[in-house]
T-cell receptor
């Protein structure tokens, strides 16, 4: 019973060709997060949505954008992928933001390869 | 600043206990989490501890928190081959908007 679903599991794109990764959730959580995880590294937060409010991390490149058309879906758009953007991209959700215990629940990730 | 560190590798024999350690630097941590990541998969929340607790037990998992030394550990009793994975500790900071700072991850290998 997957609650945070990422599609596709594997994505291959060409250098410079825009790509969109998808995340959906059945938890009705307010917050959705996107992380980038490179090989043998910890996940790195790119941005998050609190409801419709978008919050970008200071060091997230402009090449990365996100859209959240409704509560259930969130998209990660990479406008011009470079070789350095090859990574696993993880989506996570939480009910709220730190008012009390708000664990983040992760999807299985999309592994992005750049040719 | 926030910094969370873990040892990179741990190898144990099946049936033994595993202890994965984590140190953190920010004293205003609210919750500390343990996540498990199997190859090619996302992060699975295993357990967590609130920073005013010393210990939490959940079936085969025991979390110990030494707040004075800023040291967190995860003990897995009767380790099985299915426990082979990367284990990340993570902290969330009071007033940090639920942002998680992850450790570097510990690769646990369980040998027969």
């Amino acid at each position: 019973d997957a609650m945070v679903i990422q599609n596709p599991r594997y994505q291959v794109t060409q250098f410079g060709k825009p790509v969109t990764l998808s995340c959906s959730q059945t938890l009705n959580h307010n917050v959705m997060y996107w992380y980038q995880q490179k090989s043998s590294q910890a996940p790195k937060l790119l941005f998050h949505y609190y409801d419709k409010d978008f919050n970008n991390e200071a060091d997230t490149p402009d090449n990365f954008q996100s859209r959240r058309p409704n509560t259930s879906f969130c998209f990660l758009d990479i406008r011009s992928p470079g070789l350095g953007d090859a990574a696993m991209y993880l989506c996570a959700t939480s009910r709220d933001l730190a008012r009390d215990h708000q664990p983040q629940h992760f999807g299985d990730g999309t592994r992005l390869s750049i040719l | 600043g926030e910094d969370v560190e873990q040892s990179l590798f741990l190898s144990v024999r099946e049936g033994d206990s595993s202890v994965i350690n984590c140190t953190y630097t920010d004293s205003s941590s609210t919750y500390l989490y343990w996540y498990k990541q199997e190859p090619g998969a996302g992060l699975q929340l295993l357990t967590y501890i609130f920073s005013n607790m010393d210990m939490k037990q959940d079936q085969r998992l025991t979390v110990l928190l030494n707040k004075k030394d800023k040291h967190l550990s995860l003990r897995i009793a009767d380790t099985q081959t299915g426990d082979s994975a990367i284990y990340f500790c993570a902290e969330s900071i009071t007033g940090g908007g639920n942002k998680l700072t992850f450790g570097t991850g510990t690769q646990l290998k369980v040998e027969l």
